[in-house]
């Protein structure tokens, strides 16, 4: 069974950065997508970044500019580098892959970020 455990949650002040990783039991050659989602409370579930298995990746708007994914295929590990951390990013960020047809979640770690 596929498991992905996030770490580096936690919280900060406006401006700051956090980095959020994410290990994964499975490795990350030959996945056709992984990334971030993140979920506020009375929110739906937004996507923050995806990386496709072709190198490239999708930023959602908000966060362009401002975070950046990262992979260590050694390490089967994804991160998350969140800079210029904003109050509206406050959520519980959750790391996903997709092999083939089927996505897996990791549980999920709590960002929140006050003014």
């Known amino acids: 069974q596929v498991q992905l455990v996030e770490s580096g949650g936690g919280l900060v002040q406006a401006g700051g950065s956090l980095s959020l990783s994410c290990a994964t039991s499975i490795s990350l050659f030959g996945l056709n997508a992984m990334g971030w989602y993140r979920q506020a409370p009375g929110k739906q579930r937004e996507l923050v970044v995806t990386?496709?298995?072709?190198?490239?990746?999708y930023y959602a708007d908000s966060v362009e500019g401002r975070f950046t994914i990262s992979r260590d295929y050694a390490k089967n590990t994804l991160y998350l580098q969140m800079n210029s951390l904003k109050p509206e990013d406050t959520a519980v960020y959750l790391c996903?892959?997709?092999?083939?047809?089927?996505?897996?979640w990791g549980q999920g770690t709590q960002v929140t970020v006050s003014s």
């Open positions: 996903y892959v997709r092999q083939y047809e089927t996505q897996y």
């Open positions: 990386a496709y298995r072709t190198g490239s990746s």
